[in-house]
């Protein structure tokens, strides 16, 4: 069985992306009553407030909770995680090291997905020690792919997957804020605005997922002294660029602080 620790947002969108095939087989620890009606009744699955239950059904144990409250969540599995048993960690910061050492077991995968996981389009990022088989590693590869598209990595550079992908949406989100207040502020109606910028959005990235640039859209777009260039103009003099590498450094750091 595959068991969630967590029954939030990151943990449903990975329940929606498995449970045609694997319903029966998913049990989720959750403490919000409501939570845990909604999620069975939605997704068919099995639910209980008990962690100690979910980890002594299941043998692939997926964490799907906040850093803050990992130390608390690993005290009280602990005891119970058996050699066969695989832990997924989806928590942001939490490194491979901190896990193996409070689970006392090497079969640990530490995962960063990504919100747009919850229409099965997101991009998760997998790292593991080598001791762990091919056939698991397939399992929870499986697993990540459901919900959109996976890469493996290295764990250093794990921090700088949740700043670039697992932050990234929002970020992008603020930019979408942008062009909206700014063709609201020009005299068009919110509505338009948005659907005007969020099309523009899904269009430009269907184009780069051709294997197009985005050095070379930019060009293509961008026409000498004309509108694309005068509005590049003003980001390159307030510093887009920097403000944006900034902001993923910082984002980067603070993983680092919460795994520490």
Same mark, same amino acid.
């Given at each position: 069985?595959?068991?969630?620790?967590?029954?939030?947002?990151?943990?449903?969108?990975?329940?929606?992306?498995?449970?045609?095939?694997?319903?029966?087989?998913?049990?989720?620890?959750?403490?919000?009553?409501?939570?845990?009606?909604?999620? @069975?009744?939605?997704?068919?699955?099995?639910?209980?407030?008990?962690?100690?239950? /979910? /980890?002594?059904?299941?043998?692939?144990?997926?964490?799907?909770?906040?850093? +803050?409250?990992?130390?608390?969540?690993?005290?009280?599995?602990?005891?119970? &995680?058996?050699?066969?048993?695989?832990?997924?960690?989806?928590?942001?910061?939490?490194?491979?090291?901190?896990?193996?050492?409070? #689970?006392?077991?090497?079969? &640990?995968?530490?995962?960063?997905?990504?919100?747009?996981?919850? &229409? +099965?389009?997101?991009?998760?990022?997998?790292?593991?020690?080598?001791?762990?088989?091919?056939?698991? &590693?397939?399992?929870?590869?499986?697993?990540?792919?459901?919900?959109?598209?996976? #890469?493996?990595?290295?764990?250093?550079?794990?921090?700088? /997957?949740?700043?670039?992908?697992?932050?990234?949406? !929002?970020?992008?989100?603020?930019?979408? @804020?942008?062009?909206?207040?700014?063709?609201?502020?020009?005299?068009?109606?919110?509505?338009?605005?948005? @659907?005007?910028?969020? +099309?523009?959005? #899904?269009?430009?990235?269907?184009?780069?997922?051709?294997?197009?640039?985005?050095?070379?859209?930019?060009?293509?777009?961008?026409?000498?002294?004309?509108?694309?260039? !005068?509005?590049?103009?003003?980001?390159?003099?307030?510093?887009?660029?920097?403000? /944006?590498?900034?902001?993923? +450094?910082? !984002?980067?750091?603070?993983?680092?602080? #919460?795994?520490?």
């Amino acid at each position: 069985m595959i068991g969630f620790i967590g029954g939030g947002n990151m943990a449903e969108a990975i329940i929606k992306g498995i449970a045609d095939k694997h319903a029966r087989d998913i049990m989720v620890s959750e403490p919000r009553d409501e939570r845990r009606a909604y999620l @069975e009744k939605t997704y068919k699955i099995k639910t209980t407030s008990n962690n100690k239950e /979910v /980890v002594n059904n299941c043998r692939i144990i997926l964490l799907a909770i906040k850093p +803050q409250n990992m130390d608390e969540v690993t005290s009280e599995i602990s005891n119970m &995680i058996s050699p066969d048993k695989i832990v997924v960690s989806i928590a942001a910061g939490i490194t491979l090291s901190y896990l193996s050492s409070r #689970l006392k077991t090497s079969k &640990i995968i530490r995962v960063m997905p990504n919100t747009p996981a919850i &229409i +099965q389009e997101g991009m998760s990022v997998m790292s593991m020690c080598e001791c762990i088989h091919d056939k698991e &590693i397939g399992l929870i590869r499986d697993i990540f792919m459901s919900i959109g598209r996976l #890469l493996v990595l290295p764990e250093k550079h794990m921090d700088t /997957v949740t700043a670039l992908s697992g932050s990234g949406p !929002a970020f992008i989100a603020l930019f979408l @804020e942008a062009m909206i207040e700014g063709g609201v502020k020009m005299g068009l109606s919110k509505r338009d605005a948005f @659907e005007l910028a969020v +099309q523009t959005l #899904l269009g430009t990235a269907k184009l780069l997922d051709t294997g197009m640039s985005p050095e070379k859209l930019r060009e293509m777009v961008t026409s000498p002294k004309g509108t694309t260039a !005068a509005g590049l103009k003003v980001f390159q003099e307030k510093g887009f660029i920097d403000i /944006v590498k900034d902001a993923l +450094q910082a !984002a980067a750091e603070r993983a680092k602080e #919460l795994g520490r």
